[in-house]
Nanobody
Framework: QVQLVESGGGLVQAGGSLRLSCAAS????????MGWFRQAPGKEREFVAA????????YYADSVKGRFTISRNNAKNTVYLQMNSLKPEDTAVYYC????????????????????WGQGTQVTVSS
């Protein structure tokens, strides 16, 4: 198993930035593809960004493309989500997720494919 702990959420004004972190423990982090998802009140969990186990491939939801950047540091067992130009519609609980992967370039987009989840961190963007 792998344990995931998110941090870095908070309250920010529209146009501001936040950097989320997700620290992993328990297994070899570099064997896992990672993803970020979010869930707003009354809405379904939605995909935000994904990164392959090597970090060489990334993929973004259209709603965040050009504003958010996913990255990872395998030496620190951590995946990041840099969020710039935040909008009120970005308000949600953000979750990181991990899925064992055999491929350095494959990203995982579907939340149903992920086996491991963090507890989430709240991001609130005020207008």
């Amino acid at each position: 198993q792998v344990q995931l702990v998110e941090s870095g959420g908070g309250l920010v004004q529209a146009g501001g930035s936040l950097r989320l972190s997700c620290a992993a423990s328990g297994r070899t982090f570099s064997n896992y593809a990672m993803g970020w998802f979010r869930q707003a009140p009354g809405k379904e969990r939605e995909f935000v960004a994904a990164i392959s186990r090597s970090g060489g491939s990334t993929y973004y939801a259209d709603s965040v493309k050009g504003r958010f950047t996913i990255s990872r540091n395998n030496a620190k067992n951590t995946v990041y989500l840099q969020m710039n130009s935040l909008k009120p519609e970005d308000t949600a609980v953000y979750y990181c997720a991990a899925e064992p992967s055999q491929f350095n370039t494959i990203v995982v987009v579907l939340h149903t494919k992920y086996d491991y989840w963090g507890q989430g961190t709240q991001v609130t963007v005020s207008s």
